[in-house]
């Protein structure tokens, strides 16, 4: 998708976070590139600036996607990055909007 359906994407399911997921909460969304090579450089970004907004924007005519990031705390302190796409949310029935 297009970087403008991402942002409509993220902001209809900003009802998300705080919601439990897996064991974790989700804390944020984040909109991400789909090509393997942008994602493993717009994680570094994010990893090192902890902002999706930044790290994204080197990538905003790419095909993107959106995901849901749970405990960010845990992203700094045993550099664990637990995001997931949002369409596995619906596994764990939780109410996303497509």
Known sequence: MNFKEATELK????H????KYRGGTIEELIIRPTNQKEFDVFVK???????AELSIQPFLDSDLEVDAVCDRAKIRTNNIF???ELENLLDEK?????
């Open 16 to 19: 998300l976070i705080g919601q």
């Open 11 to 14: 902001n209809k399911n900003g």
């Open 82 to 84: 637990f995001r997931t």
């Open 94 to 98: 939780l109410d996303v909007k497509f």
């Open 45 to 51: 970004s994010y990893l090192r600036t902890m902002n």
